[in-house]
């Protein structure tokens, strides 16, 4: 995932410690957060990281928030800079606003919410600045030369998103899956996707969009459970100015932004029986009302929802509608969790090491067999996006060519010993032999467990076992036990 596509990301230089965790805290929900304490932390974050956002303040130590943004300024013009300070301070910042390119001057003490829209506010101009230089550059190309990167960017996200780019190995229950989405993905049926959270919801139903008739059109994303009624009625339908506290112009919604293409509705499980009755309206009628609008507007939209939730024991229960339900489940394919396919473990970990590194992390060469071995047997209650972040909290980590199994954290490691133990428990009770023989194998598999754990460090695995470096140096050469 590119996160510089996605979620914004602000950079909080403060150098009391309290409020730089209370900024955090108020932004991270929102924001990619990164925090500094000096102007000299935050220049070495600036050139490690993607940073639209500079939210700083004016009374530090060594150099003063004013002359850190001036030279932000200079070096990183397209960021989005703010300062936050006490009244006894404004003459200060005043008089270097412009000379370092300050959109708001924040006063302390500083409100959450107020704080968090004003931010919000920040992105928004970051991305009409990237939007404008986009533009500009564009009215500067020739037809051809815009309909050639055009069509080049098509191309591009349908070899990303296509049914053949969901990453599975040869034997993968997702094969079957995929089938049936390539068969009806060419067809205008309502599609719900199930699964639990993490699975590649989005992408499936990305991967049906681009394979469709619709290609050609939008691809739109709503998180339903993220908003409360009213805000996902105005992100969906639209609305006009003076709808509502805080429309200040009209907003064209998610429904006609996805005209003639596709609008992939998450977590539709969650939405209000109110909110259901104004939806499946919209799906009936083929068309929607923006909010405070006294005409419906016509869309053509292909709906593509997804859920966590059973929703057939919702629609017993009353919780969903019933007459919903059968609108947008006119095909229901589910995902299945990784632990139903612990197959296509080795392959995801690989693609999204590559993805992470292609995001200016240090490169390695891979993973090692022991590393693998330890990511097969956990179960992954997170699925995809749990070991997305693992792969990326081992790239944090290393400090090798290779990503080690000692890298994986404690609740990894252990649950991979605890099951290779209930499977070696398993084996050695139907084996013949002495209990002696027996016992010795489990040892191995218990002295290689502590070994992993420690990543391969002697004297702390034989501390936690109890063991002298020497007994635990003729254990390894009795059972054969090395680094893999």
Same mark, same amino acid.
């Given at each position: 995932?590119?996160?510089?596509?996605?979620?914004?990301?602000?950079?909080?230089?403060?150098?009391?410690?309290?409020?730089?965790?209370?900024?955090?805290?108020?932004?991270?929900?929102?924001?990619?957060?990164?925090?500094?304490?000096?102007?000299?932390?935050?220049?070495?974050?600036?050139?490690?990281?993607?940073?639209?956002?500079?939210?700083?303040?004016?009374?530090?130590?060594?150099?003063?928030?004013?002359?850190?943004?001036?030279?932000?300024?200079?070096?990183?013009?397209?960021?989005?800079?703010?300062?936050?300070?006490?009244?006894?301070?404004?003459?200060?910042?005043?008089?270097?606003?412009?000379?370092?390119?300050?959109?708001?001057?924040? /006063?302390?003490? +500083?409100?959450?919410?107020?704080?968090?829209?004003?931010?919000?506010?920040?992105?928004?101009? +970051?991305?009409?600045?990237?939007? *404008?230089?986009?533009?500009?550059?564009?009215?500067?190309?020739?037809?051809?030369?815009?309909?050639?990167?055009?069509?080049?960017?098509?191309?591009?996200?349908?070899?990303?998103?296509?049914?053949?780019? /969901?990453?599975?190995?040869?034997?993968?229950?997702?094969?079957?899956?995929?089938?049936?989405?390539?068969?009806?993905?060419?067809?205008?049926?309502?599609?719900?996707?199930?699964?639990?959270?993490?699975?590649?919801?989005?992408?499936?139903?990305?991967?049906?969009?681009?394979?469709?008739?619709?290609?050609?059109?939008?691809?739109?994303?709503?998180?339903?459970?993220?908003?409360?009624?009213?805000?996902?009625?105005?992100?969906?339908?639209?609305?006009?100015?003076?709808?509502?506290?805080?429309?200040?112009?009209?907003?064209?919604?998610?429904?006609?932004?996805?005209?003639?293409?596709?609008?992939?509705?998450?977590?539709?499980?969650?939405?209000?029986?109110?909110?259901?009755?104004?939806?499946?309206?919209?799906?009936?009628?083929?068309?929607?009302?923006?909010?405070?609008?006294?005409?419906?507007?016509?869309?053509?939209?292909?709906?593509?929802?997804?859920?966590?939730?059973?929703?057939?024991?919702?629609?017993?229960?009353?919780?969903?509608?019933?007459?919903?339900?059968?609108?947008?489940?006119?095909?229901?394919?589910?995902?299945?969790?990784?632990?139903?396919?612990?197959?296509?473990?080795?392959?995801?970990?690989?693609?999204?090491?590559?993805?992470?590194?292609?995001?200016?992390?240090?490169?390695?060469?891979?993973?090692?067999?022991?590393?693998?071995?330890?990511?097969?047997?956990?179960? +992954?209650?997170?699925?995809?996006?749990?070991?997305?972040?693992?792969?990326?909290?081992?790239?944090?980590?290393?400090?090798?060519?290779?990503?080690?199994?000692?890298?994986?954290?404690?609740?990894? /490691?252990?649950?991979?010993?605890?099951?290779?133990?209930?499977?070696?428990?398993?084996?050695?009770?139907?084996?013949?032999?002495?209990?002696?023989?027996?016992?010795?194998?489990?040892?191995?598999?218990?002295?290689?467990?502590?070994?992993?754990?420690?990543?391969? *460090?002697?004297?702390?695995?034989?501390?936690?076992?109890?063991?002298?470096?020497?007994?635990?140096?003729?254990?390894?050469?009795?059972?054969?036990?090395?680094?893999?």
């Amino acid at each position: 995932m590119n996160s510089q596509a996605t979620v914004p990301s602000v950079l909080v230089v403060d150098d009391e410690v309290r409020s730089q965790e209370a900024l955090r805290r108020t932004l991270e929900e929102e924001f990619v957060v990164f925090t500094a304490g000096s102007a000299e932390a935050a220049m070495q974050v600036m050139a490690a990281e993607f940073v639209q956002i500079i939210l700083c303040d004016q009374r530090m130590p060594g150099m003063s928030g004013v002359e850190f943004l001036r030279q932000v300024r200079a070096q990183w013009p397209d960021t989005v800079r703010l300062i936050l300070s006490g009244y006894t301070e404004t003459e200060d910042i005043i008089a270097g606003i412009n000379e370092a390119g300050i959109w708001q001057y924040l /006063l302390k003490p +500083w409100h959450p919410e107020q704080l968090l829209l004003t931010l919000k506010g920040a992105a928004r101009l +970051w991305r009409l600045q990237q939007d *404008n230089q986009r533009l500009t550059l564009e009215l500067r190309e020739s037809p051809a030369q815009v309909q050639a990167r055009v069509v080049a960017k098509r191309m591009e996200a349908r070899a990303r998103a296509g049914l053949d780019r /969901l990453t599975r190995s040869a034997d993968s229950p997702l094969n079957g899956l995929c089938d049936l989405a390539a068969k009806v993905a060419p067809h205008d049926l309502s599609i719900l996707v199930t699964g639990e959270s993490g699975t590649g919801k989005e992408l499936l139903a990305r991967a049906i969009h681009y394979a469709s008739a619709r290609s050609e059109r939008a691809f739109v994303v709503e998180n339903c459970g993220a908003l409360p009624d009213q805000l996902l009625e105005a992100e969906l339908f639209g609305h006009k100015r003076g709808a509502f506290t805080g429309a200040y112009e009209d907003r064209i919604g998610l429904f006609q932004q996805a005209d003639g293409g596709t609008i992939f509705l998450d977590e539709i499980g969650e939405t209000s029986p109110a909110f259901q009755v104004k939806l499946l309206r919209a799906l009936q009628e083929g068309e929607i009302r923006p909010v405070g609008s006294p005409r419906p507007v016509s869309v053509d939209v292909r709906v593509i929802a997804a859920t966590n939730r059973d929703l057939e024991a919702d629609v017993r229960a009353g919780r969903f509608r019933e007459d919903l339900y059968y609108r947008i489940a006119g095909m229901t394919l589910h995902m299945p969790a990784l632990r139903d396919r612990p197959m296509d473990i080795a392959p995801i970990a690989a693609n999204l090491l590559e993805r992470g590194q292609a995001n200016g992390r240090r490169r390695v060469k891979g993973f090692t067999a022991e590393a693998l071995a330890c990511m097969a047997a956990y179960r +992954w209650p997170g699925n995809v996006r749990e070991l997305q972040n693992e792969i990326l909290r081992m790239l944090a980590l290393t400090d090798g060519d290779w990503l080690e199994a000692g890298l994986l954290s404690p609740r990894v /490691l252990h649950a991979a010993a605890e099951e290779s133990q209930e499977r070696d428990i398993a084996l050695l009770t139907g084996l013949d032999g002495s209990l002696k023989e027996r016992v010795e194998q489990l040892e191995a598999r218990i002295i290689k467990e502590v070994l992993v754990r420690h990543r391969w *460090n002697k004297t702390r695995a034989s501390a936690e076992l109890g063991l002298s470096r020497v007994g635990l140096r003729q254990k390894l050469a009795r059972y054969g036990l090395e680094k893999t």
